[in-house]
Every structure is written in C-alpha cells, then in structure tokens.
C-alpha cells in the first residue's frame, strides 16, 4: 500500500531555491510555504557532496517525494541493478512518501536516448512490463508510482488507447498513477483525443499524486517543455480532475527558465485556491461514474 500521508501542495526542489527554501532567517509565509517538495532522485544518488547535503538539510523541514527519469521500465535492456541499488539507498536516507518514474523507456541496446519515448499500447507491452514493475518494488521494498508521458507519435501497432492502457496496468500491476494534467493536455492535442474522457478512464484510488507544468504551443504541436507557467487549458482540465478523482497531492513543475521562487508560490497559491473552489462546494467521486463538466469560466474564477 501506498503511503496516504501526504497532503497539499508541493513544488519540485530546484538549485536556484535551495537558499530560499533552506533560509531560518527568512522563513516563508504559512500561506505560500509548499507543503512538501519534490526531487529529481538522480540529482542526489552519490555517496555525498552539496547536493545531498543540501537535501539532508532541507528534508528535516518539508517531507519528500522522490522522482526519478532513469528508470526505463519499458525499456527491452534488462533492469540496470546498480542503479536501483542507488536508488533504494537515497530512499532510505530521505524516506520520501513514494518514488516515481516515467511510463516509459529511454534507451534500446544498453544506448540512452535522453528522452521519456512512449510505450506501444499493446497486450504484448503489458505483458512485459509487469514482471519489471515488480522487480523494481520488490528492490526497492516500495510501491512504485508511474508517471503518464507526453507524446508527439503513436505506434502503428497500438491495440487500445493509452487511457485504457494506463488503467489496465495499473488494475494490474498495482502500482501508483502520478498523473501529469499538463501531458495529457499536450497529448490530447497532439493525437486529437479528448483528454477528460482520459481521465474519465483511470482509476481515482491509484492515482496518488498529479503534476501542473507548462508546456511550448508551435501551432501544430504543443511540445512539453516545462518553461513556461501553467496555461488555463491545463489549469482547467485540473480542476475536472479535482472533481472526478478528489483531492491529491499536486504540485507545479518547472525546469527551465527558472523563475524566483516566490513566483512559483503565487501559481502554487493558484492551484491551491482552484482546489478550493472546486472542493470545497461539489463533491468529487472516488471511482467510476463521471462527474459533470464545469465550464472553464467556472474553474478559473
């Protein structure tokens, strides 16, 4: 079972605010504090150095998510043990709530391509993927938690949608959903699906946390960069979430044109006043069924 104890709103722990965030003399407002931070686990899987110091100081005051983009759970290659042995071992000194990864793979032929590549949507893909996802929980004695990718192709040979191949992997597997609103967003207008029946399909209970990023509009392809602030498409199609899921754990996600940080409380603070006012006067279904559609002059008011 997946630890539940974490609540609220988060932000990805970023070098350019280690001294904000760490900073006793100056200690951030109740109201915009993030309730708890995430971390790219690559960025601290050595024996030491600043980097894991910095952690080890700032995890004694924000409890911890871990997110990894290395793992290449679909990858064909076998399992890279030294770096889940690495892995588990960050894991036990930060003691973060979950670790995530990528619903993806990132490399063929012991070769990386530095890229999240989307799975073909296939029985053939489940079927293998399975037995690595319980490899990797069985090392790292930790549920897994897998995160949606955003795409720009599809598979010649996709057998279902990839709504419907999340859900079945996840009924089977029994691994956690990190639910990335804004690659949804990106991959609804990229392949012309509607991204609330995406989210209509997937299974409220094993989606334990979600993402907000920004992402690059070029016209015909909308590109997930991850350096711009969150659009109101992607702010509104949260808000639907909220409503068909409930409440989870989210955070917003920027990793280039790193902005201060105080900007990133204030599109922090409004997701947090979006959960509000979605929350706080529907009630949002825990499984199955639809929740109605708001409309988006609703969401952003």
Request: net charge negative; glycine share 6%.
């Amino acid at each position: 079972m997946l630890h539940r104890s974490l609540h609220g709103f988060g932000l990805g722990l970023r070098v350019e605010h280690y001294a904000d965030i760490a900073n006793p003399l100056a200690p951030l407002s109740a109201e915009l504090r993030p309730d708890w931070l995430e971390v790219i686990s690559e960025n601290y899987m050595v024996a030491g150095g600043k980097p894991l110091q910095h952690l080890l100081r700032i995890r004694r005051d924000y409890p911890m998510v871990m997110h990894g983009v290395s793992l290449s759970i679909g990858s064909t290659d076998v399992l890279n043990l030294g770096y889940l042995r690495e892995l588990k071992a960050l894991a036990d000194r930060v003691e973060p709530a979950w670790v995530s990864d990528h619903l993806c793979w990132t490399g063929v032929d012991h070769r990386n391509l530095h890229d999240l590549l989307p799975m073909p949507y296939t029985e053939a893909a489940l079927q293998h993927l399975l037995p690595r996802i319980d490899q990797v929980q069985t090392l790292l004695q930790r549920p897994l938690v897998l995160e949606n990718v955003s795409s720009y192709l599809r598979f010649a040979g996709d057998e279902m949608s990839e709504a419907e191949f999340v859900a079945e992997l996840l009924r089977r597997s029994g691994c956690g959903l990190l639910l990335d609103v804004n690659n949804v967003y990106v991959s609804s207008r990229n392949h012309g699906f509607d991204p609330h029946d995406y989210i209509d399909r997937l299974p409220a209970q094993q989606t334990v946390q979600i993402h907000l990023a920004g992402h690059e509009d070029r016209g015909d392809l909308l590109v997930d960069t991850h350096d711009h602030p969150v659009c109101d498409p992607v702010w509104q199609l949260y808000g639907y979430t909220l409503l068909r899921i409930g409440a989870r754990p989210s955070m917003i996600e920027r990793d280039d044109k790193i902005p201060p940080l105080t900007e990133l409380l204030q599109e922090l603070q409004q997701a947090r006043k979006l959960s509000r006012a979605m929350l706080g006067s529907r009630s949002a279904p825990e499984q199955g069924g639809s929740a109605s559609r708001p409309h988006p002059e609703e969401l952003l008011a």
